[in-house]
């Protein structure tokens, strides 16, 4: 079975400059999730999609962060502006249903902010 | 914030050696999981421990988990070059299925 794909694998922009990850889960995985992850650190949840509904976006930083998940499949998640503290991996992880547990993730997004 | 802390934060030991790794949370839970991490890739599930059970097993994966003291530990025996990889608990606050990562500990097995 195909695994989640996300979109791009790298990308560099200048502080202030806006941003779109795309991630599209496990066909049939009604549960989305967008981590991020700092150099170091472990992945800090952002927000978690039930098909196309917000299930939990309270770390999510709303005054530059937006995500959306359209017709409940793929996802794509916006920066704008970016700071240089946004430099990070962008995972994205879908599981079966919100009460199953295992989550399967993405390679991520690599973004630098010079 | 993180709801799970891993000690140590590195290991490093021979090839054939056990690993064992520990993650504390700080809330009750339903079940406790083990991620696996390799460099510039993403997480891979290794094993899932829920509150009701004590220990587990996977391969030469053993999970233990107490939640009187609100801990688990991660063994690997007969560790492999190919176990160096970083090493993530995830646990979730009871009910929520809102899953937090700890720190991590990053594992090197010498050949």
């Known amino acids: 079975e195909a695994g989640v794909a996300q979109s791009p694998r790298y990308k560099i922009i200048e502080k202030r400059q806006s941003v779109a990850f795309w991630c599209n889960p496990i066909?049939?995985?009604?549960?989305l999730y967008w981590y991020q992850q700092i150099l170091g650190q472990g992945p800090k949840l952002l927000i978690q999609?039930?098909?196309?509904?917000?299930?939990?976006d309270s770390q999510l930083p709303k005054d530059r962060f937006s995500a959306e998940r359209l017709k409940g499949v793929d996802s794509t998640l916006k920066i704008q502006p970016a700071k240089l503290e946004d430099s990070a991996v962008y995972l994205c992880?879908?599981?079966?249903?919100?009460?199953?547990?295992?989550?399967?993730f993405g390679s991520g997004t690599q973004l630098s902010v010079l | 914030s993180q709801q799970g802390e891993e000690d140590p934060q590195a290991l490093s030991i021979q090839e054939g050696e056990n690993a064992t790794m520990n993650c504390s949370y700080k809330?009750?839970?339903?079940?406790l999981q083990w991620y696996r991490q390799n460099s510039g890739r993403g997480l891979v599930h290794l094993i899932l421990?829920?509150?009701?059970?004590r220990e587990k097993h996977s391969g030469r994966l053993r999970v233990t988990l107490d939640t009187s003291k609100k801990s688990s530990s991660l063994l690997i025996t007969a560790s492999r070059a190919a176990d160096t990889a970083s090493y993530f608990c995830?646990?979730?606050?009871?009910?929520?299925?809102?899953?937090?990562f700890g720190t991590g500990t990053r594992l090197k097995v010498l050949a």
């Open positions: 999609f039930q098909n196309n509904g917000v299930v939990d």
């Open positions: 809330t009750s839970i339903n079940n």
């Open positions: 066909s049939g995985h009604a549960t």
């Open positions: 992880a879908s599981s079966l249903q919100v009460r199953v547990e295992k989550l399967f």
């Open positions: 995830a646990t979730d606050a009871s009910g929520t299925y809102k899953y937090i």
């Open positions: 421990i829920r509150s009701n059970e």
